[in-house]
């Protein structure tokens, strides 16, 4: 090897790059944990309804180590999107000492109740289930793991097709065997079942509002449970406290 000059010449450009390069990384390194890059502050840019100025400095004292060129930002993101009511974090430097922080929160549109416990948790608009507190009147979902973006949807298509009865839905809840079964504001629970392929579920909610009123004016009940899972009519059952001697169960007919 020592008499091919050429070769040597090539090993040395190498070790001079390789060094070269060490060199540089480790002086980055040494300048960046100089105590000249602290960092200073953190912004904000998106205007915030739910998250409180406390969780934010909470978060941002959590998961701020370092100065501006060894802080983590991925420890910076998780700590921000832990937070009760975030959806989403996005952070990024900004020079010379600060971290931005860009929030998009979550918009609650239902409670989901949890079956085996009964605990309340929160829908947003995506279908996403998400834990935060919140006193707002919205309505309640039930169902298995999963479904709360069908339960979000469906209660659009259910609160349209029940609109011209002039009540508000209020709750919609689907069994472990896809039984629906919807609330009223009044108190009214109407049991839609399973979808059928003979009677679809949309046939028999449509007929409901088209005979319910006048089913109900010629009975004379207060009623508490509309069953709508016959083929070709739907059932009413009354309030028990209020129900006339005798009359437990009357059948609304096409």
Known sequence: ??????????????????????????????????????LKEVVVTTPLAQVTTAQLEYAARSSMRGNFFTVDLDDV?????????????????????AIEVRLEEHVASAYWRVGETGDMRLVNRYGEI??????????IFSGPEGSSGVLLAKFDDFTHKLGPLGKQLVGVSLSAREAWQLKMEDGLTIELG????????????SRFVAH??????????NVAVVDLRYPSGFALRPIPSAAP??????????
């Open 77 to 97: 993101r998780s700590a921000f999107e832990k937070l009760p009511w975030v959806r989403r974090a996005d952070v990024r430097r900004r020079w010379p000492g």
């Open 194 to 205: 399973h979808d059928q392929a003979k009677a679809p579920i949309d046939e028999r909610l």
């Open 130 to 139: 998400f834990t935060a507190a919140s006193n707002a009147r919205m309505p």
């Open 245 to 254: 001697a005798g009359k437990q169960d009357s059948k609304g007919k096409r």
């Open 1 to 38: 090897m020592w008499d091919r000059p050429q070769l040597l010449n090539l090993i040395s450009d190498a070790l001079m790059v390789f060094g070269a390069a060490g060199l540089g990384y480790a002086a980055v390194a040494a300048i960046s944990r100089l105590p000249v890059y602290p």
């Open 212 to 221: 319910y009123p006048r089913a109900k004016a010629q009975l004379n009940m």
